[in-house]
């Protein structure tokens, strides 16, 4: 019995992410596009097919910013650590003390390494071959074990997806129950929790997730729908309808999904003006990653004319060792976490100043907020763009 446990953890221990190549019929979402090219066009559009150093501002400036700060480790290895859950089709899936030797001479380019990082085989980052490619999820490692490192891949050709009896003439099919009934167990494999080069845990999706009825594809991808799967058509000249959802991922970077994503209520009290807002939603908002931030603005109006204008604003910040301010990936702590939390409420109580007689209130999100904007220089006016949630007017 103690032997076998003994091999049990052996086992655990010397487990890692073992690599299996995607063929070249597979690699690219144009692949599928034949057949599937609705569904493809929804994902192009969508914050996974853009999770790569070369597409997402953030990602390549946090990296960057990491490597820089962090002389121990080339800008490479820092790509592959984020490549775990960024783009988990990578071919190399850790480093050495002797590449690290290598690539400080910058005698790197041949190395494995390197190319690895160059592939186009990542270049669409959390692509149909990621998804549709795992076999198993490996829910019996420790829960620091993520992306690449949770999953065994099918081998490459075979779509796992959600139906039973599909057939295709492209590709062989295999139905998994993270697909269909348990797809929560898929989008834990990355959206679960992350930690700092100090190991600092700043993000813990999976245990603030309030499980009740909704499943984080009927939020995500929508409810499921009449459509079909595929457009290739049978013998009989039709295509063959399903239940399908939509592949847009619309999340934190599509306004139209903060309309109302909390609900706001606004309350004259001897403190103040109490601003109470309440989150439906069964994960705390902002979640995820860091420094995403929700921002209250009040105007006071008195006489017809606005008076004053006061913000307060819902963010997460991190300090590094020496207690500077810096971004999730070199935190040391976590000093100010104020996420309304999972179907919870938070109230901000604002000052009312005398004489006011309205209050106009806008509650909307913003990506990044000012303080993790400044520190990597951040330009594209998305990171600071203000989505809208709610906007009240309140009489007094
Ligand atoms: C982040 C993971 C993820 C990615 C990336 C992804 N899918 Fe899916 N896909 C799913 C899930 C989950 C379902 C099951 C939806 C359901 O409940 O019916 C699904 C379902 C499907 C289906 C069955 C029909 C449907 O819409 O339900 C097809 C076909 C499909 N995906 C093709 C693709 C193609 C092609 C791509 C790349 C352009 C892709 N998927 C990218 C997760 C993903
Ligand atoms: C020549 C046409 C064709 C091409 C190209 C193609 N597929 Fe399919 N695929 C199909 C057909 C047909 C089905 C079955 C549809 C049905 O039964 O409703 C299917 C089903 C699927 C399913 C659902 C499987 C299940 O068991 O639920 C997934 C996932 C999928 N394809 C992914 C892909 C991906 C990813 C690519 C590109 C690498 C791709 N397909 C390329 C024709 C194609
Ligand atoms: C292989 C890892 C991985 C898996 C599996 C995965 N995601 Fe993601 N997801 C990511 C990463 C990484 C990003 C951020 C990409 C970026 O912005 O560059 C992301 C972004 C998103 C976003 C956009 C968030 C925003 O703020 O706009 C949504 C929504 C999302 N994922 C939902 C899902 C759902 C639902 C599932 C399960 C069906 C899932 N993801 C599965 C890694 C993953
Ligand atoms: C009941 C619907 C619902 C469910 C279920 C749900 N979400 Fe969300 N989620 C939302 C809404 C609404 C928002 C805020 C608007 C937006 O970003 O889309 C959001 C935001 C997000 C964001 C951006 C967060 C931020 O604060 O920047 C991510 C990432 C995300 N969800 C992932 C997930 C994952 C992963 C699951 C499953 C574990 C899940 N969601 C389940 C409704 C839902
Ligand atoms: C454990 C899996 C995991 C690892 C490893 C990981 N990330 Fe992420 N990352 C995610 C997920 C999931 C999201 C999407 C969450 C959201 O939008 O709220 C994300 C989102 C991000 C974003 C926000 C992108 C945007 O468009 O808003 C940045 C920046 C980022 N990660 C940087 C990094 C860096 C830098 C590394 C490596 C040092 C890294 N990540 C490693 C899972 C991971």
Known sequence: MRLLWLLAIVGLSVYGAEVVKVGDKFKDSGKCKACHSHIVKQWEDSWHAKSHYDNDEYLQKSIDYVARKNNRKSLNTVKIECAACHNPRISVTSTSAEYEAIAALNLDKDTAA???LKSDGISEGINCVVCHNIDQIHDELPDSKRGIHRVTWMPSGTMTGPYGDA??????????????????????????????????????????????????????????????????????????????REHGFEGGHVESMWQGALAVDVRKSAKGLEVILTNPQPHALPSGFGSREILIEAQYISGGKITKTQTASLTSRYVDKRGKPTIPHLAAKTVENSSVPAQGSKTVVLPIESGTTQVMIVVSYRLVNDEVRGIIDLKDPIWSKKMVIKKLNVKL
């Open 167 to 244: 057939k295709s003439p492209y590709h062989k099919v295999e139905p998994r129950d993270f697909m269909d009934n348990n797809p929560n167990q898929l989008c834990f494999v990355c959206h679960a929790n992350d930690k700092s080069e100090e190991g600092h845990r700043f993000m813990d999706m999976q245990a603030e997730f309030k499980s009740g009825g909704k499943q984080c594809v009927d939020c995500h991808m929508g409810p499921r729908k009449q459509g079909v799967a595929a457009t290739l058509r049978n013998v009989n000249g039709q295509a063959h309808k399903r239940l399908i």
């Open 114 to 116: 390197t190319k690895a």
